[in-house]
């Protein structure tokens, strides 16, 4: 009954409502409120405060979020184990990716790991932002750049090159910069994560390291529709090799001040505090890890302007 109870905060934590958690399990309000009740009972603490409009977990239902999420996902492995196999996974993992890695490198892992993995489902959840894993119920988040969030676990998938770049169009009516500097007087193209704008670009390396600020027309929070609109000679971008790799190689898009960029950027796969994951989380990160590398395009050559 302890394990049910907790399968049913756990839903009311994710809907926000007890309504909606009704909805979710077919149960009635009233049963979903007598459950909730019984496991404040068992544990002797308030789990949400509640008002007449919402509901909001309290310190000791965001703790109880926590263990109670490894916990399930515990019972649920060993019920697989016991029922099919030590070797079979199954169960749900839910995924955060930015959007053109999500729609490419991560769209491939799954769809393979699938294949050999059918008893699992996945959720994958596209966003250039920041993403609350803990509080949005992530299992894992793939993510560039260094890890701000101390308290989250990562594991390095390698780094990778963020490149300059813009349509040939573009260039033969704009001209083509020559030095970081020049990019002031160029249409940029700038991503917003989150809160944050991606309007300071960083050139060079050790001592000869420094920050242009640029500007430009349009701002947008999707690195597809970004790199869209470098395809159609609106501007400048600034984006990752992944992202821009195939285009550059094909002639859509030129890159450019290859000898000013900065040190590669880390990807990284983080998840959130606590205890180990289950082990279809780490089968499918350890699955990322094998496929990232193939599809590396470092090491392939770029076609770039000449200065």
């Known amino acids: 009954m302890l394990l049910d109870n907790l399968r ?15 909805r979710e ?28 409009r919402s509901i909001s977990l309290t310190e000791e239902g965001r703790t109880l979020v926590d263990g109670a999420k490894s916990v399930l996902s515990e019972v649920a492995d060993l019920d697989t184990r016991i029922r099919h196999g030590a070797e079979t996974l199954s169960g749900l993992i839910r995924i955060s990716a930015p959007i053109d890695l999500g729609r490419s490198i991560i769209s491939q892992a799954i769809s393979t790991f699938m294949e050999e993995n059918p008893a699992v489902t996945i959720e994958l959840s596209l966003s250039d932002g920041y993403v609350d894993l803990v509080g949005q119920g992530f299992d894992m988040a793939v993510r560039f750049g260094n890890v701000v969030d101390s308290t989250l676990r990562a594991r390095s998938l390698g780094t990778f090159q963020r490149l300059v770049c813009a349509a040939p169009a573009y260039l033969e009516k ?29 050139f060079g390396k050790g001592p000869k390291r420094h920050r242009v600020t640029v500007r430009g027309s349009r701002v947008v929070n999707d690195g597809w529709l970004i790199r869209s609109w470098a395809l159609s000679g609106n501007g400048i971008v600034l984006k990752s090799e992944f992202d821009v790799a195939e285009d550059i190689r094909s002639g859509a898009l030129v890159s450019l001040l290859t000898e000013y960029l900065p040190p590669p950027n880390p990807l990284q796969v983080m998840f959130p505090p606590g205890r180990a994951q289950p082990r279809r989380v780490t089968a499918f990160a350890e699955h990322l890890r094998i496929i990232v590398p193939d599809s590396r395009y470092g090491n392939r050559p770029f076609r770039h302007i000449d200065l």
Not at 30 to 38: C, D, I, K, N
């Open 25 to 52: 399990t077919g149960m009635s309000t009233t049963t979903v409120s007598e459950r909730l009740a019984a496991l404040e009972a068992h544990y002797g603490v308030v789990l949400f405060n509640r008002t007449t």
């Open 174 to 202: 704009h001209g083509t910069p020559r030095s970081p500097n020049e990019l002031t007087d160029h249409n940029c193209l700038v991503m917003r994560f989150g809160e944050t704008l991606d309007n300071v670009w960083e």
């Open 8 to 22: 049913v905060f756990m839903i009311i934590a994710e809907k926000g409502s007890l309504v909606a958690a009704a």
